[in-house]
């Protein structure tokens, strides 16, 4: 009678979050922000000074790549192959690789010199040493900026742009547009992830959704709410907010750098807007668990700033809020406990209905949705292995770099 009336109890707590979740948190789950289709020239900005003589906004964009061999000619190819109507240089920093990047880099550019019969304006440049106390990406990134001030190009924005990361042609016009449109310091896209294998099938979409659960689009969108965030794959900055926050060098020991910057913008006052980026897509390929589970580990336990105590609530909060309701459900329906199956039943739809979104931008079939306990296990395992390695005194790792923190 005890254990009904407790699990009765935390399945009544779990529809009431499962009830917030769903119609009062940012309405996260409803993939509602997208860039708006490229526009005709007679929708462009209204002409600025201050821009180059097409009015519009001259652009840099820096590629930190790191052993990306396989990747960089389609990835690069996608950068300097950008159909931008204003200045646009390219600048591609080999960040100490060992395979040959930079020479496929470099035959990337001279093969779109041949194609399009056009002087493609794109360097590449090699980051020195990696210096005590940064990430190799963010090194990378600060080298590119360093190269590009002593040289002292023009540039009113900077393009992020991952190595592993295809883009559309008109991306970058249509990132220009949405900035300048609505006067945006930050404009960065969640880029479509590989989901062709089983396990990226099973992992990929809850990876996604979890995001959006914990940095609500909606709420990065809106200036009055404190929640600042970006994905990295994929990134616009106006220069004076990276000025603003002191460069690359405000976040330089972040492992999570992409969501540190948005907040460090917005903390700046700046607007800022992240939202789905189907027009670019990762071409990084997972076809075991293996790199999945280290994707997720590598950060995990740094989101809950190595605090065991924040562990405990993360694992607790995530078995109420995934598990509790299939339980629930179960029980009651074994027991013919009416309230207690309706209680799990009513949360495990909602989890359901919030997932659905997420699963059809992948592809994927309804009655997925049901399993999304099954990977919320799945995680909870990912984070308590990126604790337990961090006990160990294991440290998180990159393209074979070890970080230590």
């Not at 003589?53 to 300097?80: C, K, T």
């Not at 295809?166 to 900035?179: K, M, T």
């Not at 200036?223 to 004076?240: E, H, S, T």
């Not at 076809?287 to 190595?306: D, I, K």
């Amino acid at each position: 009678m005890a254990a009904n009336l407790i699990l009765t109890a935390l399945a009544s707590i779990c529809l009431i979050i499962w009830l917030y979740l769903t119609f009062a948190h940012c309405g996260f789950w409803k993939r509602r922000e997208f860039l708006a289709p490229s526009r005709a020239n007679h929708d462009k900005p209204q002409h600025d000074p201050s821009k180059d003589n097409h009015g519009q906004a001259a652009i840099i964009s820096l590629s930190p790549a790191r052993n990306e061999a396989e990747l960089i000619a389609q990835s690069f190819g996608s950068v300097i192959g950008q159909a931008y109507t204003g200045t646009f240089q390219s600048l591609l920093i080999d960040d100490s690789s060992t395979d040959d990047t930079a020479k496929y880099a470099h035959e990337t550019i001279l093969a779109h010199q041949r194609r399009d019969e056009v002087q493609i304006h794109a360097e590449i440049i090699q980051a020195p040493e990696l210096a005590s106390g940064w990430s190799g990406k963010l090194w990378a990134l600060q080298t590119g900026l360093d190269h590009v001030t002593l040289k002292k190009a023009s540039a009113d924005y900077y393009w992020l742009s991952d190595a592993d990361i295809h883009h559309e042609p008109d991306v970058l016009q249509r990132l220009v547009n949405h900035a300048q449109t609505n006067d945006l310091a930050l404009v960065s896209l969640m880029v479509v992830l590989n989901c062709n294998s089983w396990w990226e099938k099973r992992i990929i979409p809850a990876f996604i959704y979890f995001f959006q659960l914990l940095y609500p689009f909606a709420a990065i969108n809106n200036p009055r709410n404190k929640i600042g965030g970006a994905a990295g794959g994929c990134i616009l900055i106006r220069r004076d907010a990276l000025e603003a926050i002191g460069g690359f060098h405000a976040i330089k020991d972040k492992l999570i750098d992409d969501c540190e910057l948005g907040k460090a913008v917005k903390s700046k006052g700046y607007n800022i807007w992240l939202g789905h980026g189907m027009e670019s897509t990762s071409l990084r390929e997972s076809s075991g668990l293996s790199p999945l589970w280290n994707m997720v580990t590598r950060t995990a336990f740094v989101q809950l700033n190595h605090s065991y105590i924040y562990l405990f609530f993360s694992i607790f909060g995530m078995a109420l809020l995934y598990i509790c309701p299939v339980f629930a459900f179960i029980f009651g329906s074994f027991y013919g406990e009416l309230l207690l199956m309706a209680l799990g039943g009513a949360s495990w739809a909602l989890m359901a209905i919030t997932f659905w979104p997420t699963l059809k931008a992948y592809k994927r079939r309804w009655p997925e949705s049901f399993l999304l306990p099954l990977t919320a296990i799945g995680f909870m395992a990912m984070t308590l292995h990126a604790a337990w390695l961090h006990f160990k005194g294991s440290h998180s790792g990159w393209h074979d770099r070890i970080y230590v923190k």
